[in-house]
């Protein structure tokens, strides 16, 4: 049978090898082992014995080799054919069998001299797992764990072994960096084969990574020059790059995970860079999440400044990874203001933690986020700090107090102690200085002496500001730039780009509404005020319910100017405005030549035939004499009334808190102002609704309200008031107004009519007589039917 004939060829081949001192019956004992791993149509034995041969023997095989090392026919083979023969047996077969046979035979070497050649053999197969194709074997768990063992394991099993005969390539301090060496070839041939539509997987190349760093060799592995460095420049500008080494990170263990990410971020200089390595992993995994946010800024504080500000300035460097900044501001905080900490952590700790406070505070623009968290944090961790009776603690506790109440804008009195500056306080001060990387990636150099001067003296001044491309730019522009020109150009696209891209500002819609209502022209720009309040509406009209509940809302909170109330109630009167107006399609030039040119008519003169019909028709229009004309254009189409649906949106929330005084606002006391425009605005919504199916329930509900200022002392208001009577009877269908609002409409006739003949206001004297007239006429249609 086939495999009975396989073995004892194999064992006549090796019984060669052991007795044969013919260099000739060596050679060809060789060349028959090696004929069962060749592959191909060349190839004179069967695929059936060549498989059996890899399954049962190879492995025999090479453990044989490997015994024999020392043998002498193994010396009496030249360079030449030894590099044929002996390596070919163990390059050509499967690689696991391999490196699993050559790993045994490492715990039987006595010394290195004859053996060099099986241990680079050996390190050869450990790394040609982490390159594509090879990445580890699919079959079996336990043999790749095993491979990945061997492959981290190494440096100590040849240390135990050999000791003081080991070999420099060997030790730690040159086995990592080649390590990392050929985890970067096999990243960049996962990266070629992506840009060539192949997709490669990293677990294998993952697993050896956290098994590395988790057996503590992070240090050489991550701080060669070859691993973080190459990164950071191949993240640079390729994104097929920097998508393969976020895949390499979410590839790692969860148990790794800790140990990868704390010799990663010591060894990257800059928070772009290490954003450019790891992407948003914070924010999909939980352990990297809990290392990146905690641990490394809570629990362990070794490190040095510079981890701190790569790990607090990678989180403020994305939008997305910013809501874990301010809850990284939070902990930090209480943790430097907690009592308990102070008495009992090092004190090692507590500078760690005043460093960290510091930095994510030089972060934030603090007044529009919790400046009452962080003035109670102040107040108690400076008590807490003060109080102590170690010197360096009551420093600590001072400097952060200067710092903090520096960047809260609370008054005009800053914070100031006296104490001897040393370095640990001149350190501390600095953080709230903003800091420069002056390392950067290297850039090719060349000499400005071999450039040919060119002529410039026509050339124009060009802005160094461009205008967003993206509404998310925009955002960012009005939240954090301190560029006059930047924020111009921000605010001049910022209305176009919410109404050319819907869905990008439904996501953004309140918080940049947020941001441009508490936004202030400290620039003095052009035309600021109309710029902000036409976004404003857009933001309304694009995403109306979200951004209308938002204003209506902060209307009556706290901490608002009389000024921004007032643009709440003009941003969502032009909203409802336009909602309420048939929609106007805006089209391109493109668009209105196609369209004229599907109907026959052509922009210019030679493009097309005109139809002789037409030619004809409108020659007897032109000669024709009409003494009256009919309609010439056909009746405007009928469009949805995109306000009536929201129109409760507009009006109810309004009415609720109007009857709270608050600290910083009456509406039914001193600010009669705002109380005659909300009413005003009350009117216009109620306008707008006409024919609406709220409009009954509306006009009961404002009927209501102005019913009890109508008597108000101040003109401005009985204007309102009346103005907003005038919107209801227009707006509610007559032949109902009698049966909704009975009574009422009674009452309202007799108040109206005394303020037609006694209110010393001519206005509204005049307001009071059209509602008269509107009213009467309303009565009398119900009273005819």
């Known amino acids: 049978t086939e495999p009975s004939l396989i073995r ?9 090898l052991t007795t044969s001192a013919e260099n000739k019956d060596v050679i060809t004992a060789l060349q028959t082992l090696q004929s069962y791993l060749d592959e191909g149509s060349d190839s004179r034995i069967p695929s059936v014995q060549r498989a059996e041969f890899r399954r049962v023997h190879f492995t025999r095989t090479l453990r044989f080799l490997v015994s024999n090392i020392q043998a002498d026919w193994v010396h009496s083979l ?123 997987s990293l677990t294998f190349v993952a697993q050896v990574l956290g098994k590395v760093c988790v057996q503590g060799q992070s240090g050489e592995f991550w701080h060669s020059v070859t691993m973080a460095p190459r990164l950071s420049i191949h993240t640079r500008s390729d994104m097929v790059w920097q998508r393969v080494c976020w895949k390499l990170l979410q590839d790692v263990p969860q148990r790794c995970m800790e140990s990868v990410l704390t010799g990663l971020v010591q060894s990257v200089s800059r928070p772009d860079i290490l954003g450019r390595i790891i992407g948003n992993i914070v924010l999909t995994n939980k352990k990297a999440q809990f290392v990146i946010t905690h641990k490394l800024l809570l629990l362990q504080y070794k490190y040095e400044t510079r981890v701190l500000r790569v790990l607090l300035g990678y989180l403020a460097a994305d939008r997305e990874r910013r809501p874990l900044l301010i809850q990284v501001l939070r902990a930090v905080s209480q943790a430097w203001a907690n009592p308990s900490a102070v008495k009992h952590t090092p004190i090692e700790q507590q500078l760690y933690v005043s460093k960290a406070l510091l930095l994510s505070v030089n972060l934030f623009e603090l007044y529009l986020f919790f400046c009452s968290d962080l003035l109670q944090c102040m107040l108690g961790g400076m008590q807490s700090h003060l109080d102590s009776s170690v010197v360096r603690i009551r420093h600590m506790g001072m400097v952060v107090g200067e710092c903090l109440s520096s960047r809260m804008d609370i008054s005009e009195t800053k914070l100031k102690f006296e104490y001897d500056q040393d370095d640990e306080t001149r350190e501390l001060l600095s953080l709230m200085t903003a800091h420069s990387d002056d390392e950067s990636d290297p850039e090719p150099v060349s000499s400005d002496d071999e450039l040919t001067p060119y002529d410039m003296s026509d050339d124009q001044e060009m802005s160094a500001a461009s205008p967003p491309r993206y509404l998310r730019d925009c955002l960012e522009t009005l939240i954090s730039s301190e560029d006059p020109m930047r924020v111009e150009l921000s605010l001049i696209a910022a209305e176009d780009l919410v109404r050319k891209n819907v869905f990008a500002a439904r996501e953004i819609s309140v918080e940049l509404t947020k941001v441009l209502l508490h936004m202030e022209n400290k620039y003095n720009l052009n035309n600021f005020l109309v710029l902000r309040q036409a976004t404003m509406v857009a933001l309304t009209v694009i995403d109306c319910i979200p951004v209308t509940q938002y204003l209506t809302t902060e209307f009556y909170s706290l901490n608002y100017s009389l000024r921004q109330r007032l643009d709440m109630l003009e941003v969502l009167v032009f909203a409802a405005r336009e909602l309420s107006s048939p929609v106007s399609e805006k089209r391109d030039p493109s ?108 006009g009961r509900a404002l009927l209501d309200f102005v019913w009890s200022v109508r008597y108000h002392v101040d003109q401005t208001v009985r204007r309102g008031v009346l103005f907003a009577v005038c919107s209801l009877l227009m707006s509610v269908n007559s032949q109902n107004l009698l049966a909704d609002f009975g009574d009422q409409l009674f009452e309202t006739r007799s108040w109206l009519a005394d303020v037609a003949e006694a209110d010393p206001d001519g206005d509204c004297r005049d307001l009071a007589v059209q509602s008269l007239v509107l009213l009467d006429k309303s009565l009398k249609k119900q009273l005819q039917n």
């Open 591 to 698: 668009v209105g030549v196609a369209a004229t040119g599907s109907s026959g008519l052509s922009p210019y003169v030679n493009d097309k035939p005109v139809d002789w019909r037409q030619e004809v028709e409108k020659r007897i229009q032109s000669k024709t004499r009409r003494l009256r004309k009919g309609v010439t254009q056909p009746a405007p189409e009928a469009t949805p009334n995109r306000y009536a649906p929201v129109a409760g949106h507009f009006f109810f929330p309004l009415l609720r808190n109007y009857d709270r005084p608050q600290v910083t606002f009456d509406l039914l006391g001193s600010d009669h102002l705002v109380l005659g425009r909300l009413i005003h605005t009350l009117g216009v919504f109620m306008h707008l609704a006409v024919n609406a199916p709220v409009a009954t329930q509306m």
């Open 78 to 200: 030249k360079a030449q054919q030894r590099k044929e023969l002996w390596d070919g047996l163990f390059l050509k077969g499967p690689a696991d069998q391999t490196l699993l046979v050559l790993m045994e035979g490492i715990g039987e070497l006595r010394s290195v001299g004859s053996d060099e050649r099986h241990l680079y053999i050996t390190v050869y197969f450990l790394i040609i797992f982490l390159i594509p194709p090879f990445t580890g074997p699919s079959d079996s768990p336990q043999l790749r764990e095993t491979l990945q063992g061997r492959i981290v394991g190494l440096p100590d099993l040849l240390a135990n072994k050999l000791q003081l005969n080991n070999k420099p390539l060997f030790l730690p301090q040159q086995y990592y960096p080649l390590l990392a060496t050929e985890i970067l070839s096999a990243l960049e041939n996962v990266c070629q084969a992506l840009r060539n539509g192949t997709d490669c």
């Open 8 to 16: 004892s060829v194999v064992a006549q081949c090796l019984r060669t």
